[in-house]
């Protein structure tokens, strides 16, 4: 029989488990350039753009155009990288946590 009390108690634990990791995703820096290193994008792993450097070489008022495409792919590649490591590491935190269920994305839940 489903004892609800320890289950509970499991829940509980396991969110504040998580609340730790999110906190830690703060200290993780991931980076990410385009355009052989004009645009540069440092963030960290919940997804904040902490730098945005842009090579002065690319600033042309006549074709904007070919910065804001690096710019957004640098931002692209570098928040898709944060999210596979937040990912990595709030599963890093559930495996111990609870068992392995196939398909239950721990990441999702919020907690």
Known sequence: MLNF???FGKIKEMQE????AREKLDDIIVES???G???RVKANANRKILKLTIDPDIIDPKDPEIM???IAAAVNKVLE???????EEIQKISSDL?????GLDMGKLGL
């Open 5 to 7: 009390a320890d289950m």
């Open 33 to 35: 350039e385009a355009g």
């Open 37 to 39: 290193g004009m645009v």
């Open 17 to 20: 488990e998580m609340r730790k």
């Open 81 to 87: 990288k944060a999210e596979k490591t937040a990912q």
């Open 68 to 70: 804001e495409d690096l």
């Open 98 to 102: 609870m068992p392995n269920i196939p």
